[in-house]
């Protein structure tokens, strides 16, 4: 079987683009993906559940209730936060996002519970492989004649599943794939393991519910910057939708920052970018972790990782760049600006940030306009 499994790599590892996707994944290579990813789980299903020892169950249980999640709209830097907090010696980092409670409970829920192992295991084989179609790829290694990294993941996915089946809660299936990950890496015994997700805050409620000591580490750009960003790069995203996104984050952001609850972080990314030090010290004190080297150096799953910037072409990896140095075209028209400045102007003024002022009939106008004409 692990010739098939090194095979279907092989083919799978032509497919995987040089550069960073974009547009949408070619069909050639989802399908090959998948194919891999299911011809694993039926060799981690034969061979059955990792034996986990006494010490792992009681590490890895005592770790499941120390989580940090990264959060944020989407383009605003949680990414570079995330490959920050990578390499960290006391830290197990999910190498792609979570999405956990963004997306795939709710693809759990449309299921029988006999097939959530299934369906999330190989979701998670795939992001293991190929996180966000771009390098670094095969997160965990390459198969070998001797043994696949994959199928052990796989396999101890099956034993924490075992493990988690009957806990409270319902976010216990995606403890399970962190757990997994953790066993694979050897750091079940890390001080805390961290789940990036954009808009993640939208659930902070439940995750302090089912996770009393999280810690939240919020981050928020510019939002001039942010939206540039989310055009450039999620062309299929219409401005009103990413207001309505922006606009709860700012909002999440802005009531818990002035609650002072010391589980939760506001993290500005201009901050993170132009002063690196500073900033980083103060994220490693809220995580009450050590402030070394690799916190001011961006990897994925220990290997280095392209820059903060998807427009900064020929960057250095893992490079913190300035954000004078990764500036946008600009792409908002006039009357972008102007939604913007209606729609989330209070509350981005609320986190320190300026944006068009706007005439009380002319604001009045432009939310009528939102409202019924887009």
């Not at 960290?88 to 979570?98: F, W």
């Not at 399970?176 to 808009?199: E, G, R």
């Not at 903060?308 to 990896?317: G, I, P």
Request: aromatic share 10%.
């Amino acid at each position: 079987m692990l010739k098939q499994i090194i095979e279907a790599e092989n083919e799978l590892d032509k497919l995987l683009p040089t550069r960073r996707l974009e547009t949408a994944p070619p069909a050639d290579l989802l399908y090959v993906t998948l194919q891999w990813s299911e011809l694993v789980w039926r060799e981690a299903e034969g061979l059955g559940p990792m034996k986990l020892s006494e010490t792992q169950i009681a590490s890895g249980l005592a770790l499941r209730h120390r989580p940090v999640f990264v959060c944020g709209v989407h383009r605003s830097g949680t990414t570079l936060v995330q490959n920050l907090l990578d390499g960290h010696p006391q830290l197990t980092v999910l190498p792609s996002e979570g999405t956990f409670y963004t997306n795939l409970e709710l693809k759990l829920k449309r299921l029988p519970t006999n097939q959530w192992p299934q369906y999330l295991g190989t979701e998670w084989l795939r992001r293991l492989v190929n996180p966000i179609n771009q390098p670094p790829y095969w997160l965990l290694g390459k198969t070998d004649e001797i043994t696949s990294p994959y199928i052990d993941f796989a396999r101890y996915v099956l034993a924490w599943w075992q493990q988690l089946s009957h806990a409270e809660g319902t976010q216990w299936p995606h403890s399970a794939i962190i757990l997994a990950y953790a066993s694979c890496i050897n750091k079940l015994t890390a001080a805390a393991w961290v789940d990036k997700t954009p808009t993640n805050e939208r659930f902070l409620n439940r995750i302090w519910a089912e996770f009393p000591e999280a810690k939240i580490v919020h981050v928020v750009r510019e939002p001039i910057a942010t939206l540039t960003s989310r055009k450039a790069m999620e062309p299929g995203v219409t401005l009103r939708n990413a207001l309505r996104y922006l606009n709860i984050s700012y909002q999440v952001a802005a009531d818990t920052a002035i609650v002072n609850d010391l589980r939760f972080f506001l993290l500005r990314y201009e901050s993170l970018c132009d002063n690196p030090d500073e900033t980083i010290r103060k994220l490693a004190d809220f995580l009450n972790i050590d402030e070394t080297p690799q916190l001011k150096q961006a990897t994925t799953a220990g290997m280095p990782t392209q820059a903060n910037s998807s427009f900064k072409k020929n960057a250095s990896s893992g490079a913190i760049l300035k954000s004078i140095d990764h500036t946008q075209q600009d792409l908002l028209t006039p009357t972008d600006k102007n939604m913007i400045a209606v729609y989330v102007g209070d509350k981005a003024k609320l986190l320190g940030y300026q944006t068009n002022k706007i005439s009380g009939l002319n604001k009045v106008y432009m939310q009528f306009k939102q409202l019924f004409f887009k």
